[in-house]
């Protein structure tokens, strides 16, 4: 295919008529060598239409993405899957930096993400020379090839970015050379303040941000280097923007140029200050960098900060992000008495001519509040909001210098106790002012002198505020007494106005803002306080009512945090009004659902939060079945909608959902449920067996004559299972199908004989695959295991029809051998248990496999690692048991060391954490032996085996076993015992001594249980003889 024929297929895929015929086009050219070099020579000629080369680009990122590496196939008998000839890589490889220079951005985009993806694989190694080839366009003297040069550079070290130094080796060699040409040409470009000069500047500070953010590589960046880079750093922060910018619409001024720029430089000092800079914070290779940087730039940087917050503070215009980013920067320096030094004398300043104005409701906020009260709802409650937040900056910082300097706390405290008397405050102000106290609430309820005196504030100052006219202000006393929430009311009266405030601010306020404040203040107050529960009980019902309407208005994700926290604490409360609640929850979910939810994360989030509180509800009523009937109905309609429409980004839900209903029956529609989990499976929910899991095995185990009723039920799960182990799922999904191979042996033993050959094969089918992880083996195992517990003679008969691959030998020799080699793999309670008595069962048979009679002197050594492994598992569980009571809270005052203007704040834990983290790995091997001690996590799906009063004790049934080998095989019975160590039959007597107490213990409780011990006449020996052999 010519390039004209290329470009009218390209054209083709343009418009809906003729797009399905030049897809298929390029699906049957595609393969062809020289067709992707040709794509992108289309791609880069001008005279081509642009919607034209925009469809090639895109095509070529898809084929790069997807093509580019060499995959191997997934079986031997398959093909080698396609990937792009190294002939058309070599041409790609040559050009793809030109295109990237010489494109429109909108075609340049998507260009730099197929040169990453080629970096990704080819560098270094296959392409080594790229870094020449950078090095020669920005060698150039044209600014015209920078821009794309520098987009390139920026692939190559964002490819690095997250990676270990000692990954990184490549990138430093790279950059030795790349490093010090950027530098001269951001030096080059600094006096020149056009815009395409300072997006060039932009780009530089974009590749330097990107190669120092995780690792700063001092043997690349010397100090000399380092020093020339934080002048740069400091002119471009330091510099003003031009006045034209002014003329600006104010929300499109954030993304000039110059202010970006801006952003990046203190982007770059305010990461290097905190990660790199900052004495008694850093790891050990940067202790000697962070003592020389904190004296070699604090006081120039800072000074140069505070001529940015100065603008702020004159009413010039500072973008949001340089504002926050300086704060940042400045919040790290009040733990170093250097930066301190410098900052001191301005706090006053700082406080209340910066601080407090950001803090304060804004001209902004009103428009946003008046216009569009749910987006000022989204971006109040949006955690991300908060990162780039200068008001976030502002709280952040005034929380640093109130809890860790001398008099900031006091000054700050008076100067808003001198605002909110004011007769005639601006009721902004007043806000400002009440939102510093409510920043500061943990502090002050933790010293003495301030935390008597919180509960007459609140009634003094923040209580009238619920009556104000303006909606802010009553969304503020509402946030505060939420700050405030732990406050010790020692008058009742003032607990039962806070609450009734609140409430009333939920259910009666016509302001939408206000509401959500209110939601969030009254459950805090409930949280903290037992009186408040009983307080509040009379009218839980018209709040939940409440909260529901404006979780349905809002959707906001938090709020149904919020419901699920009330509806744990007014658990028997909230049945008489639980399917009313959920009807409604049911309702608002659709309502969210019939959005597009796609376009919106919020939204989804949203819809999670209310079928995570549907399951809490499910769990508060499940021990009342007749509110449990009323509520299916309404939850499988939720269900019914997410599984038959395939709405996947619910399925975790929608199957918890299915668990929570099925954890104490299954009525009929259930089993339909379950029918339609078999049908989402086999379409989409393959991926998510793991999580289809608890449901499984509910509908298995909690009504299992139901479930072995219908032949039918059994064919799906093993047809799942069947499938998740054949087609290489994953280890985890491998492990839990498995898993419930193992719990239906066990469930129904005796009664599925026609299945159980079945099972073996399966199971053992996987372990002829490779098995990367010895938890798969182990589970695989442990299904043969569970059919030698199920039937000895018919698991053998099994294993001597199966042959080993490309053999005639059958597979039992090696499957025992198997098991008894990996008995130290065999960790947690069930699984040691299950294996212990599939040993047990397998020596007490009358007619052994011969293999079995050769490994008889592995049986002992086996069963007493297994043995060792209970006893420490059943320990483990009673102190786990023991050890489940609450912590209890802590009252005490603390008035916290402030630090005196010289000293500086040393976190030893901070400063420790990575380096702790580099150790973790040596320590990985001691930490798995105590995994070993506790429930291993398939443990959760129980079997007959694993309950109360199951009574195959693998104690005991071992030391039957060994007296009945013992008293009718003698023979067998030494081929056993005969050479064991000392230790080792110490260990086996000491195996014997607990079966005596365990079938003591169990006799003991049985008596309890039935009214206890009755004494007729006792008779108290006299002598005790300690020595009488059983």
């Given at each position: 295919m010519d390039v004209q024929q290329l470009v009218e297929v390209l054209q083709g895929t343009i418009h809906p008529d003729t797009r399905e015929m030049a897809e298929k086009q390029l699906n049957e050219i595609h393969k062809i060598i020289e067709f992707t070099p040709k794509l992108l020579r289309v791609i880069m000629e001008e005279d081509k239409p642009f919607p034209v080369r925009q469809a090639g680009v895109i095509y070529l990122k898809n084929m790069v993405m997807?093509?580019?590496?060499?995959?191997?196939?997934?079986?031997?008998?398959?093909?080698?899957?396609?990937?792009?000839?190294?002939?058309?890589?070599?041409?790609?490889?040559?050009?793809?930096?030109?295109?990237?220079?010489?494109?429109?951005e909108l075609i340049r985009v998507q260009l730099a993400v197929c040169l990453s993806v080629i970096l990704k694989y080819d560098f270094p190694g296959r392409w080594d020379q790229v870094v020449d080839q950078m090095l020669h366009y920005i060698s150039m003297e044209n600014p015209q090839v920078w821009y794309g040069a520098f987009i390139a550079i920026y692939q190559l070290v964002k490819n690095y970015e997250y990676k270990k130094p000692e990954e990184r080796g490549p990138l430093h060699a790279a950059m030795s050379s790349l490093l010090p040409m950027l530098y001269a040409r951001c030096v080059q470009l600094l006096p020149d303040a056009s815009e395409a000069s300072v997006l060039l500047q932009k780009m530089v500070l974009k590749i330097f941000y990107?190669?120092?953010?995780?690792?700063?590589?001092?043997?690349?960046?010397?100090?000399?280097?380092?020093?020339?880079?934080?002048?740069?750093?400091?002119?471009?922060?330091?510099?003003?923007?031009?006045?034209?910018?002014?003329?600006?619409?104010?929300?499109?001024?954030?993304?000039?140029?110059?202010?970006?720029?801006?952003?990046?430089?203190?982007?770059?000092?305010?990461?290097?200050?905190?990660?790199?800079?900052?004495?008694?914070?850093?790891?050990?290779?940067?202790?000697?960098?962070?003592?020389?940087?904190?004296?070699?730039?604090?006081?120039?940087?800072?000074?140069?900060?505070?001529?940015?917050?100065?603008?702020?503070?004159?009413?010039?215009?500072?973008?949001?992000?340089?504002?926050q980013q300086s704060l940042n920067y400045l919040n790290t320096g009040v733990s170093h008495a250097a930066a301190w030094k410098i900052m001191k004398p301005h706090m006053q300043i700082l406080v209340q001519e910066i601080l407090f104005p950001l803090m304060c409701y804004t001209d902004e906020d009103d428009e946003l509040w008046n216009e569009d009260p749910y987006e000022y709802i989204r971006i109040k409650f949006d955690v991300f909001e908060d990162f780039i937040s200068p008001v976030m900056a502002a709280q952040t910082i005034l929380h640093s210098c109130a809890s860790k300097r001398k008099e900031v706390l006091q000054k700050t405290m008076g100067f808003c106790m001198q605002v909110l008397t004011e007769p005639n405050a601006n009721p902004r102000q007043k806000d400002g002012a009440l939102h510093v106290i409510g920043s500061l609430a943990d502090i002050l309820l933790k010293k003495k002198i301030y935390k008597e005196q919180m509960e007459n504030m609140l009634v003094n100052h923040v209580f009238p505020e619920f009556h104000?006219?303006?909606?802010?202000?009553?969304?503020?006393?509402?946030?505060?007494?939420?700050?405030?929430?732990?406050?010790?009311?020692?008058?009742?009266?003032?607990?039962?106005?806070?609450?009734?405030?609140?409430?009333?601010?939920?259910?009666?306020?016509?302001?939408?803002p206000v509401k959500v404040e209110a939601a969030f203040a009254i459950q805090m107050l409930i949280t903290s306080h037992d009186k408040a529960k009983e307080i509040v009980q009379p009218q839980i019902k018209e709040i939940i009512q409440a909260l529901l309407h404006v979780i349905r208005e809002t959707e906001n994700d938090d709020l149904t945090g919020v419901m699920q926290k009330l509806i744990y604490t007014y658990g028997e409360d909230i049945i008489p009004i639980?399917?009313?609640?959920?009807?409604?929850?049911?309702?608002?979910?659709?309502?969210?659902?019939?959005?597009?939810?796609?376009?919106?994360?919020?939204?989804?989030?949203?819809?999670?939060?209310?079928?995570?509180?549907?399951?809490?509800?499910?769990?508060?009523?499940?021990?009342?079945?007749?509110?449990?009937?009323?509520?299916?109905?309404?939850?499988?309609?939720?269900?019914?909608?997410?599984?038959?429409?395939?709405?996947?980004?619910?399925?975790?839900?929608?199957?918890?959902?299915?668990?929570?209903?099925?954890?104490?029956?299954?009525?009929?529609?259930?089993?339909?449920?379950?029918?339609?989990?078999?049908?989402?499976?086999?379409?989409?929910m393959y991926d998510y067996f793991v999580d289809m899991m608890p449901a499984l095995h509910n509908f298995v185990t909690t009504d299992p004559n139901a479930f072995i009723s219908n032949p039918k039920h059994l064919e799906i799960i093993y047809n799942m299972c069947k499938k998740v182990l054949a087609e290489d799922a994953g280890e985890d999904p491998e492990c839990h199908a498995a898993k419930l191979l193992e719990v239906i042996l066990l469930?129904?033993?005796?009664?599925?004989?026609?299945?159980?050959?079945?099972?073996?094969?399966?199971?053992?089918?996987?372990?002829?695959?490779?098995?990367?992880?010895?938890?798969?083996?182990?589970?695989?195992?442990?299904?043969?295991?569970?059919?030698?517990?199920?039937?000895?003679?018919?698991?053998?008969?099994?294993?001597?029809?199966?042959?080993?691959?490309?053999?005639?030998?059958?597979?039992?020799?090696?499957f025992i051998?198997?098991?008894?080699?990996?008995?130290?793999?065999?960790?947690?309670?069930?699984?040691?248990?299950?294996?212990?008595?599939?040993?047990?069962?397998?020596?007490?048979?009358?007619?052994?496999?011969p293999i079995v009679d050769e490994c008889a002197q592995q049986f002992m050594p086996s069963l007493l690692i297994l043995f060792r492994g209970l006893k420490r598992a059943y320990e483990c569980r009673a102190l786990a048991e023991e050890d489940s009571s609450d912590e209890e809270e802590d009252d005490s005052d603390f008035d916290g060391e402030v630090l005196e203007s010289d000293e500086d704040e040393i976190d030893d834990e901070g400063a420790d954490y990575l380096e702790r983290l580099e150790k973790a790995a040596a320590c990985r091997k001691d930490e798995e032996e105590d995994d070993a001690y506790e429930e291993t996590a398939l443990e959760g799906y129980n079997t007959p085996l694993d309950e109360e009063d199951c009574s195959d004790d693998e104690y005991v049934i071992f030391k039957l076993v060994m007296q009945e080998i013992q008293a009718n095989?003698?023979?067998?019975?030494?081929?056993?015992?005969?050479?064991?160590?000392?230790?080792?039959?110490?260990?086996?007597?000491?195996?014997?001594?607990?079966?005596?107490?365990?079938?003591?213990?169990?006799?003991?409780?049985?008596?309890?249980?039935?009214?206890?011990?009755?004494?007729?006449?006792?008779t108290v020996p006299t002598t005790f003889n300690f020595g009488a052999s059983l």
């Open positions: 997807q093509f580019w590496q060499q995959r191997e196939p997934d079986s031997p008998q398959e093909p080698i899957p396609f990937h792009i000839h190294e002939q058309d890589k070599v041409a790609i490889r040559q050009i793809i930096i030109e295109a990237i220079i010489s494109s429109p990107a190669l120092i953010q995780c690792n700063l590589p001092l043997e690349l960046v010397t100090k000399e280097v380092f020093t020339q880079w934080m002048q740069v750093l400091q002119t471009i922060v330091d510099r003003p923007v031009p006045e034209a910018t002014l003329q600006i619409n104010l929300d499109e001024r954030p993304e000039l140029a110059w202010w970006k720029c801006k952003k990046w430089a203190l982007h770059i000092l305010a990461r290097v200050f905190e990660r790199y800079g900052s004495p008694g914070n850093v790891t050990k290779e940067y202790v000697k960098f962070s003592d020389w940087y904190i004296k070699a730039f604090t006081v120039n940087t800072v000074n140069i900060l505070f001529k940015v917050l100065d603008q702020f503070r004159q009413k010039q215009y500072v973008a949001p992000r340089v504002l104000s006219q303006l909606g802010y202000m009553r969304a503020r006393a509402n946030w505060v007494v939420h700050s405030f929430n732990e406050v010790k009311y020692k008058n009742k009266q003032n607990l039962e106005m806070a609450l009734q405030l609140t409430r009333t601010g939920l259910i009666e306020d016509k302001e939408m639980a399917v009313e609640i959920t009807q409604h929850l049911a309702t608002t979910f659709t309502q969210v659902l019939d959005a597009d939810i796609e376009q919106s994360d919020d939204k989804a989030i949203t819809a999670m939060g209310i079928l995570n509180t549907i399951e809490t509800i499910l769990n508060v009523v499940e021990e009342k079945k007749e509110i449990v009937l009323q509520l299916e109905g309404i939850v499988l309609d939720v269900v019914g909608v997410v599984l038959q429409n395939s709405v996947i980004d619910f399925y975790e839900e929608v199957l918890a959902l299915i668990f929570s209903m099925t954890c104490t029956h299954i009525s009929p529609p259930l089993w339909q449920v379950f029918q339609m989990m078999y049908e989402t499976f086999q379409d989409d469930q129904f033993k005796g009664r599925i004989d026609q299945v159980v050959p079945l099972f073996i094969e399966v199971a053992l089918n996987r372990l002829t695959r490779e098995v990367k992880s010895t938890e798969l083996r182990q589970m695989c195992l442990q299904v043969v295991v569970a059919a030698l517990y199920y039937n000895p003679m018919l698991l053998l008969a099994t294993l001597e029809k199966m042959t080993i691959p490309n053999t005639n030998e059958a597979v039992t020799a090696q051998k198997q098991w008894l080699h990996d008995t130290d793999c065999f960790l947690g309670l069930h699984d040691r248990k299950i294996c212990v008595l599939g040993l047990c069962a397998l020596m007490s048979l009358p007619q052994r496999p095989n003698p023979v067998w019975y030494n081929a056993l015992t005969s050479h064991l160590t000392e230790d080792q039959q110490k260990e086996l007597q000491e195996v014997v001594v607990l079966a005596d107490q365990r079938t003591a213990a169990k006799e003991s409780k049985r008596i309890e249980e039935q009214g206890g011990y009755q004494f007729q006449n006792p």
